[in-house]
């Protein structure tokens, strides 16, 4: 099946650093959105993109849907100890037989930020 | 408002068992999903409700997983003979769209744990 391949697979920073992380895939996506997973907690939704090249900030984020439909990006400015988590692309492939919204996500990036 | 919530927040269970899940979306939401994210990865889509209707079940691994949804709106993942591979963290996850339900958001996720 479709997979994503999320990178890298973890970073340690020191705090006030610019963090960058990026998904790529073999097929298109229709949507790719940016999720911020903490321990014990379910992911909560950061960014989401509709459109190829489409860039979209959110406070200190910024993500973008690569004009292929193949890749985004996910950047991080001036980290802060609170950005500590997992962060994890998801893409909604387009339309085939059954599958017709489900999210596939990447395996995360683990951020942990030295103060 | 209230966000999604899910019960039981932790589930231990004997091999062969069985389990039910609950998820209480965010109230008026047409879209359910629910996710299993084994421990490291990030989630995997098992099965979609707009409504009461179960549009896509294609992510379930066997036919010992069963979902429903019967007055669109909480919903409950029932797992039959628990098998020491069923350990996961179980997320459901709503949106007030139906497909292709671009924003989901995630409750905090059931982890269950087979022995």
């Known amino acids: 099946g479709q997979q994503l391949n999320q990178s890298p697979q973890s970073m340690f920073i020191q705090e006030g650093e610019d963090v960058s992380m990026n998904c790529t895939s073999s097929?298109?996506?229709?949507?790719w959105l940016w999720y911020k997973q903490e321990p014990g907690e379910g992911p909560v939704l950061l960014i989401a993109?509709?459109?190829?090249?489409e860039l979209t900030s959110n406070g200190r984020l910024t993500a973008q849907f690569g004009i292929t439909r193949k890749d985004s990006f996910l950047n991080i400015s001036a980290s802060i100890p609170s950005d500590v988590g997992i962060y994890f692309c998801?893409?909604?492939?387009?339309?085939?037989?059954?599958?017709?919204?489900?999210?596939?996500f990447g395996k995360g990036t683990k951020l942990s930020v030295k103060p | 408002g209230a966000g999604v919530s899910q019960s039981p927040r932790y589930k231990v269970a004997k091999r062969g068992q069985d389990v039910a899940l609950r998820c209480d979306p965010i109230?008026?939401?047409?879209?359910l999903f629910w996710y299993q994210q084994a421990l490291g990865q990030g989630p995997e889509f098992l099965t979609y409700?707009?409504?009461?209707?179960?549009?896509?079940k294609s992510g379930l691994p066997s036919d010992r997983f069963f979902a429903e949804r019967p007055e669109g709106s909480v919903s409950t993942l029932k797992i039959q003979r628990t098998q020491q591979e069923d350990s996961a963290v179980y997320l459901c996850?709503?949106?007030?769209?139906?497909?292709?339900?671009?924003?989901?958001?995630f409750g905090p996720g059931t982890r269950l744990t087979v022995t």
């Open positions: 996850a709503s949106s007030p769209w139906g497909l292709p339900a671009y924003e989901q958001y």
């Open positions: 097929s298109i996506f229709n949507t």
């Open positions: 109230s008026g939401h047409v879209s």
């Open positions: 409700f707009q409504n009461e209707a179960q549009l896509d």
């Open positions: 993109l509709y459109k190829a090249g």
């Open positions: 998801a893409g909604r492939p387009p339309p085939n037989g059954g599958s017709q919204g489900n999210l596939i």
